[in-house]
């Protein structure tokens, strides 16, 4: 504290002066940057069918919820597309059918080929035991090896209609597999022919009107989100160092109350033309202004480094000379001149990092003319 110097009877060798102590305080300092306010949804709404805009049900400024419907493309082409699909489909379920109606027949085939083929053996068995007989015939065991060998081939060849008709029910259940894909994506493009909004939010612009074709992906609206807002600011490389993820500061509009919000991101990419870095906020608007904007600048106060204890002397205690920074210190009824190192200014203080002592008396006032050694008088000297 400051102490002022009273007049006092004093020899003309007492010199009047002011005196301060030198003093540990807490340092937390900040600085300003201006920020603006972001939306964290923002996009263009866009379409996912092609047709002609048949509805647009929004204007400019224009509040949405999720799921509202903003634009109707025509519905006719994407109907039709739908009920050829299902048409499809059918046809593929048909052909399973028949496809499966043949493989039945055709193991019953098998069935039967097996079974002459079971005879023609037995007779040829039968006719070739009795070859020491009379009643043998090689003539007749010919006809049998004969039929044998025709009940082989049909056995063969009913087999290999089996595999054929396993082999049509095989295609037959991809093109059901395809005709049901097909059937769903038509459906979907059905449903698409309502363009809806993707996020709660405003229109703020209208890209496309009623009778305009669209692509698929043109844009029909543009969408942002007003009420899931935080800060962005520009944030000098230098001073991010004191910046941490969920670290506090303090943020205000032109007027209003001071609000608290936290550093949510801290960017990758730097300017190289400003030297800056990009920082998300997280920030608590409640019982601030209610009509926010994205765009809207906002005042943001961010530390410079991390909070600590500091040494402190006054500023009007410094005086320079050739050999450096001093400071008179009072000593007794005396004041010696000290050489001092200075840090930071804060306020009308300078951070002292060595040469100085808490509690030490500084010459604030009258050190001008001083001289080391020379009796002095202050308020409150005992």
Do not use: C
Request: net charge negative; glycine share 8%.
């Amino acid at each position: 504290m400051t102490v002022a110097a009273t007049p006092a009877r004093a020899q003309s060798e007492v010199t009047l002066v002011e005196v301060d102590a030198v003093i540990r305080e807490p340092l937390n300092q900040t600085f300003t940057v201006i920020g603006r306010l972001v939306a964290r949804q923002r996009g263009d709404v866009a379409a996912r069918v092609a047709g002609p805009v048949a509805e647009l049900r929004v204007q400019i400024g224009d509040r949405v919820r999720l799921g509202d419907v903003i634009a109707l493309i025509d519905r006719k082409r994407p109907a039709w597309r739908r009920d050829v699909a299902a048409a499809e489909a059918l046809e593929s379920k048909a052909s399973l059918a028949n496809a499966e109606a043949r493989h039945a027949m055709a193991q019953a085939g098998v069935a039967r080929a097996e079974a002459r083929l079971a005879l023609a053996r037995q007779a040829f068995a039968r006719l070739d035991r009795l070859r020491a007989s009379a009643a043998f015939s090689q003539a007749r065991l010919d006809d049998l090896e004969q039929e044998t060998a025709v009940a082989i081939s049909a056995v063969d060849f009913a087999r290999a209609e089996v595999q054929e008709a396993l082999s049509l029910i095989d295609q037959n259940q991809a093109r059901i597999a395809r005709s049901h894909a097909n059937l769903a994506i038509a459906i979907d493009d059905l449903k698409d022919t309502a363009v809806r909004a993707p996020f709660d939010g405003v229109v703020t612009l209208r890209q496309t009107e009623v009778g305009a074709y669209l692509e698929v992906g043109a844009t029909v609206v543009t969408l942002v989100n007003d009420r899931d807002i935080e800060i962005e600011a520009d944030v000098p490389y230098d001073r991010l160092g004191a910046l941490r993820a969920d670290a506090e500061i303090r943020f205000r509009f032109d007027k209003g109350p001071w609000g608290r919000a936290s550093v949510r991101a801290i960017g990758v990419e730097e300017n190289p033309r400003t030297r800056t870095r990009s920082v998300r906020f997280s920030a608590d608007f409640d019982g601030m202004a209610t009509n926010l904007a994205a765009g809207q600048s906002v005042f943001l106060t961010l530390p410079i480094g991390p909070p600590r204890d500091i040494l402190s002397v006054h500023k009007d205690a410094i005086t320079r000379g050739v050999d450096g920074v001093a400071v008179f210190v009072v000593n007794g009824d005396g004041a010696e001149r000290r050489l001092v190192t200075l840090g930071e200014a804060i306020g009308n203080r300078f951070e002292v990092l060595d040469g100085l002592e808490p509690g030490d008396l500084v010459v604030v006032r009258g050190n001008e003319r001083l001289r080391p050694g020379q009796t002095i008088q202050y308020e409150g000297q005992s």
